[in-house]
């Protein structure tokens, strides 16, 4: 425990270096980060909406969306159903709220019933005798789809803008159909608004070649066929232009939500495109297609917007493609968050918008500041009271232990906030204790009567166990409530996990690396604890 090859004094002091030199930006003023050299790094920590606020967003979902969606499906199968069954009928369309449609043979109206009601056994159906056919949802499965489509928007949301669980946004239900969302430490939302605005449905259809796209857009559109806008000329092959239009057969051959992966990458050098991958399900129905339709062209739909129609040129059977286009660097990121976080069950409406200040007064946010800078310069007295040089050793390892804290959550662009600063104070007071627990160790191995080597080598290693168990066990308490939680909970989760891992960098190497060095250095005869 007393020996340090040389590589490993090499690491931790790069290691020490690097910590102070990612923190350092977050000592000085905001106002003067335009001072420092160019060398220097100039990120610092975001505050929380509790310390320094942010952003304030309300935001309703857009139910009668997620209604006509599924409106538009029953229409879809009902089509086909009374087709092969070769039943006739007229004006099938959803609308109002409902499906609705005319028999032209009444008698017919029974095995219309059954038919609906196997479509989807949530409806209301009724037939008159003139064969007028309605169908519309009940009340209380509108209602569940309500809650459902609220709660998976709400994860949906949290994920796009906090993939990495470090920002602390607060995401919450107001009412039966809406979402607050409040951003700490954003005071120009556009960028999040443009996250949220876009539903992110994507979905492949084939290219309906045989039809007219003139005939289309004078309003004669085959049945079976919807007619898109292009994203771009790209997306028709350069046949089309910015505002052009395309014909895609209504069928979805695969659906986004079988999506595992989306990464922006780069193709022939420097175009940026993303890549994406399917699941099991969605790898064999993306083969069966591209196998199946081998020369034809394949939409790529994101939002009803057509944003790519290659030519299938041979089957694609790993699972994986690239999604091309007229893309940006930032533009393909937003893509892959997207499609990485799941399409919206419907689309969002911003109700209202503005910047928040903080939730705490400066009077509050001041005092705080105080009572940690107090707690820290108590912590040092005693260490230096109670260890002497020992006591110097362990503070010096609590500035490293300190500055790979805010260096780690400064690179992971967290956000500070009071449950976080909670953090911070827990495993700084764990760090010491860690060193309080070597030390105490150390002593009792000296009143045992053992030597100076051997007491060092022995309350390191007897204090070692200890210190790792009572780690490892707040390392499992953050995981669970990082997984579990949300929000500052999850923030906190985050702020002690980092904690732990750098006290325990701390304590066991840098304290020891400094006793040794002493050792080495001086030849002591007694340990000045």
């Given amino acids: 425990m007393l020996y340090f090859p040389r590589w490993l004094v090499t690491v931790i002091i790069a290691v020490c270096a690097i910590g102070v030199f990612l923190a350092l930006p977050n000592a000085v003023p905001e106002r003067a980060l335009s001072t420092l050299p160019s060398w220097l790094p100039h990120n610092q920590l975001n505050l929380g909406l509790d310390l320094r606020g942010g952003s304030y967003?309300?935001?309703?979902?857009?139910?009668?969306?997620?209604?006509?969606?599924?409106?538009?499906?029953?229409?879809?199968?009902?089509?086909?159903?009374?087709?092969?069954?070769?039943?006739?009928?007229?004006?099938?369309?959803?609308?109002?709220?409902?499906?609705?449609?005319?028999l032209t043979d009444p008698r017919n109206a029974d095995r219309v019933h059954e038919m609906a009601a196997k479509v989807d056994p949530e409806t209301d159906i009724s037939i008159d005798p003139d064969g007028h056919v309605s169908i519309k949802f009940n009340s209380l499965a509108l209602e569940a789809r309500r809650r459902s489509?609220?709660?998976?928007?709400?994860?949906?949301?949290?994920?796009?803008?906090?993939?990495?669980?470090?920002?602390?946004?607060?995401?919450?239900?107001?009412?039966?159909?809406?979402?607050l969302v409040q951003l700490p430490g954003v005071g120009n939302p556009e960028h999040i608004k443009e996250l949220l605005g876009r539903t992110a449905k994507m979905t492949f259809q084939l290219v309906d070649e045989n039809a007219s796209p003139q005939d289309a857009e004078r309003g004669r559109v085959p049945p079976?066929?919807?007619?898109?806008?292009?994203?771009?000329?790209?997306?028709?092959?350069?046949?089309?232009?910015?505002?052009?239009?395309?014909?895609?057969?209504?069928?979805?051959?695969?659906?986004?939500?079988?999506?595992?992966?989306?990464q922006p990458t780069f193709q022939n050098g420097n175009e940026p495109v993303v890549s994406f991958k399917f699941d099991s399900t969605g790898a064999r129905r993306f083969g069966d297609a591209t196998r199946e339709n081998v020369g034809k062209r394949f939409a790529i739909v994101l939002d009803n917007k057509v944003i790519s129609a290659p030519v299938i040129r041979e089957p694609i059977l790993g699972g994986q493609g690239i999604i091309s286009g007229s893309f940006t660097v930032q533009s393909a990121s937003d893509l892959a968050l997207l499609l990485r976080a799941g399409a919206l069950p419907a689309p969002?409406?911003?109700?209202?918008?503005?910047?928040?200040?903080?939730?705490?007064?400066a009077d509050s946010i001041r005092e705080g500041t105080t009572a940690s800078v107090v707690a820290v310069i108590l912590?040092?007295?005693?260490?230096?009271?109670?260890?002497?040089?020992?006591?110097?050793?362990?503070?010096?390892?609590?500035?490293?232990?300190?500055?790979?804290?805010f260096a780690t959550l400064t690179l992971l662009d967290a956000t500070l906030t009071l449950p976080g600063i909670a953090g911070i104070a827990l495993t700084l007071?764990?760090?010491?204790?860690?060193?309080?627990?070597?030390?105490e160790r150390i002593r009792e191995e000296v009143r045992g009567g053992r030597s100076l080597i051997s007491s060092l080598q022995a309350g390191f290693e007897r204090a070692f166990g200890t210190i790792l168990d009572s780690h490892v066990t707040t390392l499992v308490a953050g995981a669970l409530m990082f997984f579990l939680g949300s929000g500052p909970v999850k923030g906190f989760a985050v702020t002690l996990s980092i904690g732990v891992l750098t006290s325990l960098f701390s304590a066991i190497l840098v304290t020891r690396l400094q006793i040794v060095t002493w050792l080495r250095r001086t030849k002591p005869k007694e340990i000045p604890i």
Wanted: net charge negative; with cysteine; proline share 2%.
């Fill in 57 to 102: 967003l309300l935001l309703e979902v857009d139910m009668a969306a997620v209604v006509q969606e599924r409106l538009e499906n029953i229409v879809d199968s009902m089509r086909s159903e009374m087709r092969a069954a070769q039943i006739g009928y007229t004006g099938l369309a959803a609308s109002g709220g409902e499906v609705h449609f005319t």
């Fill in 149 to 179: 489509a609220v709660d998976q928007s709400i994860e949906i949301v949290r994920r796009r803008i906090d993939e990495s669980g470090t920002k602390e946004p607060t995401i919450q239900r107001e009412g039966e159909d809406r979402i």
């Fill in 224 to 262: 079976g066929d919807v007619l898109l806008p292009m994203e771009d000329d790209r997306a028709n092959g350069g046949r089309g232009g910015p505002a052009g239009e395309i014909l895609v057969k209504r069928r979805i051959m695969v659906s986004g939500d079988t999506l595992t992966d989306a």
């Fill in 348 to 361: 969002l409406t911003i109700l209202e918008q503005r910047t928040v200040g903080p939730d705490l007064g």
């Fill in 379 to 405: 912590v040092v007295i005693f260490m230096l009271v109670f260890y002497g040089l020992f006591g110097i050793f362990a503070n010096i390892a609590l500035f490293f232990n300190l500055c790979l804290m």
């Fill in 429 to 439: 007071g764990m760090a010491v204790d860690a060193n309080v627990l070597i030390y």
